[in-house]
Nanobody, 125 residues
Framework: QVQLVESGGGLVQAGGSLRLSCAAS????????MAWFRQPPGKEREFVAA????????NYADSVKGRFTISRDNAQNTVFLQMNSLKPEDTAVYYC??????????????????WGQGTQVTVSS
């Protein structure tokens, strides 16, 4: 069992940057694959990025490749999402998710049983 708490959302102008954090409880954080999903207004929740053990094991949605970077600090039980060159279409509630094991290839929300409460990101044009 793991509990997740996101932070770092807010309002930013297009072209700006934000860094989201997700703090996880539990002693086995390093054995979980972590991911970020987002849910734009009126749309389905969609995959953004996932990470296995380290920053060399990552997976990104095409829409964020080259702009977003997922990373983790296993000593701090925290996963991050650095978001650069933000666009209005990045506006969404961003969720942190976790799954036991280090497979980071799945982009399906149904592969991740543990979720945070979400943090709002709004990008103005």
């Amino acid at each position: 069992q793991v509990q997740l708490v996101e932070s770092g959302g807010g309002l930013v102008q297009a072209g700006g940057s934000l860094r989201l954090s997700c703090a996880a409880s539990g002693r086995t954080f390093s054995s979980y694959a972590m991911a970020w999903f987002r849910q734009p207004p009126g749309k389905e929740r969609e995959f953004v990025a996932a990470i296995g053990w380290s920053s060399s094991s990552t997976n990104y949605a095409d829409s964020v490749k080259g702009r977003f970077t997922i990373s983790r600090d296993n000593a701090q039980n925290t996963v991050f999402l650095q978001m650069n060159s933000l666009k209005p279409e990045d506006t969404a509630v961003y969720y942190c998710a976790a799954r036991s094991g280090l497979s980071y290839s799945s982009t399906s929300r149904y592969s991740y049983p543990y979720w945070g409460q979400g943090t709002q990101v709004t990008v103005s044009s």
